[in-house]
T-cell receptor, first 114, second 107 residues
């Protein structure tokens, strides 16, 4: 059972480049979410989804897009990377359509934007 | 003002000590999560609770709904407990996180 799989683990981008962070879960979880973690700050919600076809913005959505075409996948797109997006990104999922159950986290993606 | 606040930010203990980490949260939080982030960066859920108390091994989590306060206790602490402990509150469809408590347990 793979759980929550994030790829890549590390990425270096130049300012203005685009990329997609992948997140997949094999537990048939309804709720999926993306967070960024910066030094001295708690994890902050970027976008979340309560089920396939439904997404919504979190606390810090600017510069990021998401889609949820299947239950399993929840990719995070950076359309034009900026140095302020240098961070560690975590994807998480849980069983119900709201974070009222144990959360399962991916291993994280460490992103540097030069 | 953050919806979820943790204390202390840093905590150093000697092996065997009883440890308490505190979390206060605001109105609108319906459930409280405790997470552990390993030195390597991985995050693991420890507990999710909306009332009462939960125990798993040497870890105990309690919540007082009236006071909007939760505590994570570690009994007989061990160096392998060294990690960042994070509380997070569920509000609607969102999780809001505290800044974390860096725990170091010395042998």
């Amino acid at each position: 059972n793979a759980g929550v799989t994030q790829t890549p683990k590390f990425q270096v981008l130049k300012t203005g480049q685009s990329m997609t962070l992948q997140c997949a879960q094999d537990m048939n979880h309804e709720y999926m979410s993306w967070y960024r973690q910066d030094p001295g700050m708690g994890l902050r919600l970027i976008h979340y989804s309560v089920g396939a076809g439904i997404t919504d913005q979190g606390e810090v959505p600017n510069g990021y897009n998401v889609s949820r075409s299947t239950t399993e996948d929840f990719p995070l797109r950076l359309l034009s990377a900026a140095p302020s997006q240098t961070s560690v990104y975590f994807c998480a999922s849980s069983y119900t359509g709201a974070p009222l159950n144990i959360q399962y986290f991916g291993a994280g993606t460490r992103l540097s934007v030069l | 003002k953050n919806e979820v606040e943790q204390s202390p930010q840093n905590l150093t203990a000697q092996e065997g000590e009883f440890i308490t980490i505190n979390c206060s949260y605001s109105v609108g939080i319906s459930a409280l999560h405790w997470l552990q982030q390993h030195p390597g960066g991985g995050i693991v859920s420890l507990f999710m609770l909306s009332s009462g108390k939960k125990k798993h091994g040497r870890l105990i989590a309690t919540i007082n709904i009236q006071e909007k306060h939760s505590s994570l206790h570690i009994t007989a602490s061990h160096p392998r407990d060294s990690a960042v402990y994070i509380c997070a509150g569920t509000s609607g469809s969102r999780l809001t996180f505290g800044e974390g408590t860096q725990l170091t347990v010395n042998p």
